[in-house]
């Protein structure tokens, strides 16, 4: 059933969206006359490979840097890119992958092979799943560029505050997911681009109503600042990456 909501929404998806989509490759490729999408290596479901298509939002080679992790503030980032990323309009070509059965609409966000290899056990749950477009943690830290922002060091940074927290919400939801709570995912994701304080406090207390951790729920609600965590299934707190 959930492949194929998926299929038929994606389907739909990229029909009502065809404009937008055709206006960005547009725009994008008349700044430097380059491919507008950008195709990232990813994990997907079972650990297999796959290619995550995205609209290109950085400059061309700016993967040859060895930096994953992305500030708001990256020098990376082109001027139009700074603007679909803020929206998400980035994420839009996923759809095909979704209609290839590579992704789905709702599930774990997928993750660079290196960070991946640096799952802990409990960690590698997450790729029992196959990844989706959007998630509890697309959400919770939609700000990552933010969050990074004017690091040193964004990858261990990364790994540091928002890894621990991305991951125990992944597990979550593999752990509860059913199609209630996919259409609530979609329908906050929405939402949050409009009132994202509202809709933190909505994903609170899901997870409350679920019985999941408190300190997960605390964090949800992203009142507090993050502080470096292990991550789930460690007791030691990344150092490198």
Request: proline share 5%; hydrophobic share 40%.
């Amino acid at each position: 059933m959930k492949r194929l909501i998926d299929f038929i929404f994606s389907f739909f998806g990229i029909l009502i969206f065809s404009p937008l989509i055709i206006v960005f490759s547009i725009l994008i490729w008349l700044q430097d006359f380059y491919n507008p999408f950008y195709f990232a290596d990813r994990v997907g479901k079972n650990f297999k490979n796959f290619k995550m298509v995205k609209f290109r939002s950085m400059i061309v080679n700016a993967d040859l840097s060895g930096v994953d992790s992305t500030s708001s503030n990256d020098l990376r980032i082109t001027k139009l890119g700074s603007l679909i990323r803020k929206y998400k309009f980035d994420e839009l070509p996923q759809l095909f992958n979704v209609i290839l059965g590579q992704m789905s609409l709702v599930g774990p966000r997928p993750n660079v092979k290196r960070e991946t290899d640096l799952y802990t056990d409990e960690e590698k749950l997450i790729l029992s799943f196959r990844p989706g477009i959007t998630d509890f943690s697309s959400i919770v830290f939609s700000d990552e560029g933010d969050i990074l922002k004017n690091s040193q060091d964004p990858d261990l940074d990364y790994n540091q505050l928002i890894r621990p927290w991305k991951s125990r919400l992944a597990i979550f939801y593999v752990l509860n997911s059913n199609l209630l709570i996919d259409l609530k995912i979609i329908y906050l994701t929405i939402y949050s681009l409009l009132d994202k304080k509202k809709v933190l406090n909505k994903i609170s207390r899901l997870l409350e109503s679920k019985n999941a951790n408190t300190a997960l729920v605390d964090i949800a609600k992203r009142k507090k600042k993050l502080k470096p965590t292990p991550p789930p299934g460690s007791n030691e707190i990344v150092s490198s990456r």
